[in-house]
């Protein structure tokens, strides 16, 4: 029978469910298991497609298109569990498929109401990851415990455990110790608070994981053990990690946490976990002696999250070329403030990411000039790419009104325009070119290079495409188009013939990266930062060396 793990949060937001969930997957998988993971968010959004990146962070596309919380990149990073639409529900997607069987008289006149109709939904969504071939379900519930919105979930979790039984199913619970320095201690009475808020409606945690800025006490893990009813040894520090979160599992794994879940879920088949090469990995993360400093030059940067896939894929990259990536965020309005040579001083590399709407896009075209002129590695991402055209055509082709008719309708030159089949599109939810698509690489390209294929499958999400009619334009001026849909109809890869490293894409390949398997363009991008790098120390030496022997024997 599949097991089941929910994993819930309390004190406050944003204290790693997802990183967690991710790091139990990861340890399941090293076992021998099969794991599915899912989050279940409590906002009343379909979908986050629709909401802005200051609020949410980072939409995260799946193959099947499904748009997702962040954390299921955290998820398929960690893990080789399949993902598809079926791991993210929202309030929103369940209250309308409840609503849609209403109206369909599927409940037979009955009332609908959240118990049971809500509950048995949720339910219902999670079992439907509980294929014979899996052993453990693992599902994170959004927010934190007390919220009014999340309340219909933990309701559904709670009756879990007595649809399934009690060895089937188990609650770990986030919490937060919190470290008050003028007191000179770490308080334990949050954490007991939210335990007891999750107690009152019935759920009773079974391993209790406490973020702390510095190290638990003895004696205040033993209060909080007592005072929660929890083993002890099921109260598990996890102290933040200064070097890297992949730092994390390791930690887990250090609390026998993998032993915990073994052991409470009564799992037979499990074998002995290997976790020799996580090791290795950052054992050489420590060792290494060289950097490359990477700007990425977006309009989101204010707020983490929304660029995290492709911060990851740069430290992801870093592990593959044995090198740390100093990334510097970098506002695109900055650059158009300061000029692109003052911004973007010291950078070994140029990466202009997605986004919507005009705001910044001169500053990222500047960007993308210097990086043009300079001969700096750059790498574009879906407007990334959107904006080198432009950039190309108002400069290179002396198309200086030249733009996308995302932001000016009227544009003379739309080396940037809609797709056809998006010109009909009424409502803005779910209904952009979503989801993974074949490409097609030239031979002796920059991509192919890198994929080591001819064909390859990525993820979109954009409305806006590469305008045909400049094909040839484009092509006959030096920026070629080294990637297109099989049957060549659309441009997805355009590349600059006279230049170290210069590579626009129209997927987000930052989706389908991992630490264990860097994605090709990252690590071929990082390791043309490096050789740009190593060229400039050269250039300097040899202009210091120069100026050490104009000193010495003036003409």
Not at 295 to 317: F, M, N, P, W
């Amino acid at each position: 029978m599949t097991k089941y793990i929910f994993v819930t949060g309390g004190v406050v937001s944003s204290l790693g469910k997802g990183l967690t969930c991710a790091c139990i997957g990861l340890m399941l998988e090293r076992r021998g298991l099969n794991v599915r993971l899912q989050k279940m968010d409590p906002y009343i959004n379909v979908d986050p497609g629709t909401m802005s990146p200051y609020q949410h962070g980072e939409v995260y596309v799946l193959d099947d298109g499904a748009e997702t919380d962040l954390d299921l990149g955290h998820y398929e990073r960690f893990t080789n569990a399949p993902l598809n639409r079926d791991c993210n529900f929202t309030t929103g997607k369940i209250y309308s498929s409840v609503i849609t069987k209403e109206r369909k008289g599927e409940y037979k006149g009955r009332t609908v109401q959240v118990i049971p109709h809500i509950t048995d939904e949720i339910k219902s969504c999670i079992r439907k990851l509980a294929t014979p071939d899996v052993d453990v379900v693992i599902t994170e519930v959004g927010g934190t415990v007390g919220d009014i919105e999340a309340m219909p979930f933990l309701e559904a979790i709670r009756q879990f455990n007595l649809d399934v039984g009690r060895n089937n199913c188990m609650y770990i619970h986030l919490t937060l110790v919190p470290y008050l320095k003028a007191a000179g201690e770490c308080k334990t009475k949050p954490t007991q608070h939210s335990v007891g808020e999750l107690r009152k409606i019935g759920i009773q945690p079974d391993v209790l994981i406490c973020r702390t800025e510095r190290e638990l006490p003895k004696e205040e893990a033993e209060k909080i053990a007592q005072s929660c009813n929890v083993e002890r040894r099921a109260v598990i520090e996890e102290r933040d990690k200064e070097y890297t979160i992949y730092e994390v599992p390791l930690s887990l794994v250090n609390n026998k946490l993998d032993e915990l879940v073994i052991e409470r879920l009564a799992i037979t088949n499990a074998k002995p976990l290997n976790m020799d090469d996580w090791k290795s990995m950052i054992d050489s993360m420590r060792a290494w002696d060289r950097d490359v400093n990477i700007a990425v030059v977006g309009k989101y940067v204010k707020h983490h999250d929304a660029y995290k896939s492709v911060y990851e894929s740069l430290v992801h990259a870093g592990i593959a070329n044995h090198c740390r990536v100093n990334i510097r965020k970098i506002e695109a309005e900055k650059v158009e403030a300061e000029g692109a040579e003052k911004a973007l001083a010291g950078a070994d590399a140029i990466l202009v990411p997605g986004g919507f709407d005009k705001r910044g896009v001169l500053g990222k075209l500047e960007a993308i000039r210097f990086a043009r002129e300079k001969k700096i590695p750059f790498f574009g991402i879906c407007l990334g790419l959107q904006c080198a055209a432009i950039e190309f055509a108002r400069n290179v082709l002396g198309l200086e009104e030249a733009n996308s008719t995302e932001f000016n309708l009227t544009t003379p030159y739309p080396v940037v325009a809609l797709l056809d089949d998006q010109k009909k599109v009424t409502q803005v939810g779910g209904t952009m070119r979503l989801g993974a698509y074949e490409c097609r690489l030239a031979d002796g390209s920059k991509a192919r290079e890198a994929y080591g294929s001819e064909f390859i499958w990525e993820r979109h999400r954009h409305r806006y495409e590469f305008n045909n009619d400049y094909r040839d334009v484009f092509s006959k001026a030096g920026l070629t188009i080294s990637g297109t849909t099989p049957d060549s109809t659309l441009v997805e890869v355009l590349e600059l013939a006279d230049h170290p490293w210069f590579v626009g894409v129209q997927c987000h390949p930052e989706f389908k990266s991992k630490p264990t398997k860097a994605h090709p363009l990252f690590r071929a991008f990082v390791a043309a930062g490096l050789a740009y790098r190593a060229e400039k120390k050269t250039d300097h030496a040899r202009h210091r060396a120069q100026s050490v022997i104009s000193a010495t024997f003036p003409s």
